[in-house]
């Protein structure tokens, strides 16, 4: 099944392409023209605007809330019903520390605002959070794209791993584009979700 999407595309492949093509030229454009700069990206509405910006071209769904229940591999991201509850939860958590950064990083992973790109506008998110908190970002060349996956899918129940790989990534060069970039290519674009009924949960 392929995503709606408004380039008219009907091949799933095809579409991921485009996509990925299209979003990098979005994501260079955010980081240029500095439209993240004087956001402080304390709440969801800084991760909006990010997806908004990312895949307008490409998405209704851009930048708005996801209206159905998203599940990769065996993990089921956070229903639709209780996702405002949580994004409003998620906003009031402090982020002052890297580690109090990471573990909210780790709650909106779990809520999964998006119907698609999450991975790409959270780490955008995620540096902008450094940045203006800590003064740094992530190097993400440093950063395994395989050991990432993997710490993220166990950040749910355990986030030292994640906390560990993004630790020694960080660095002042927070003006660096190429870094930047690199958190863009840590997404599989090929890879889509399941979706799952809310009933199903009661069993
Ligand atoms: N099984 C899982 N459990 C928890 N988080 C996961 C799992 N699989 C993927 N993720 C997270 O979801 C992200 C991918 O989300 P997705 O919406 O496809 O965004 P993108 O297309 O930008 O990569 C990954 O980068 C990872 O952070
Ligand atoms: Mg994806």
């Known amino acids: 099944m392929v995503l709606e999407n408004k380039l008219g595309l009907m091949d799933s492949l095809a579409l991921a392409k485009q996509e990925e093509r299209m979003s990098k030229i979005r994501a260079k454009q955010l980081f240029d023209d ?114 990432y996956l993997l710490a993220m899918e166990r950040s749910p129940i355990r986030d030292i791993e994640i906390k560990y790989i993004l630790k020694q990534a960080l660095t002042d060069e927070v003006s660096n584009r190429e870094l930047y970039m690199k958190g863009i290519d840590h997404s599989y674009y090929y890879e889509g979700y399941t979706l799952y009924q809310a009933e199903e949960l009661s069993c």
């Open 34 to 147: 500095k439209l993240l700069s004087g956001q402080v990206a304390r709440s969801f509405e800084t991760l909006a605007f990010i997806h908004r910006f990312l895949f307008e071209e490409i998405y209704d769904f851009a930048g708005k809330v996801r209206t159905v229940n998203l599940a990769k591999g065996s993990f089921r991201f956070a229903p639709v019903m209780y996702l405002e509850t949580s994004l409003a939860h998620i906003d009031q958590m402090p982020q002052s520390t890297f580690e109090e950064i990471v573990e909210k990083y780790v709650e909106m992973n779990v809520a999964h605002p998006f119907r698609e790109g999450n991975g790409r506008s959270m780490r955008i998110w995620l540096d902008q959070m450094l940045k203006v908190e800590l003064g740094q970002v992530i190097d993400w060349s440093k950063v395994g794209k395989e050991d």
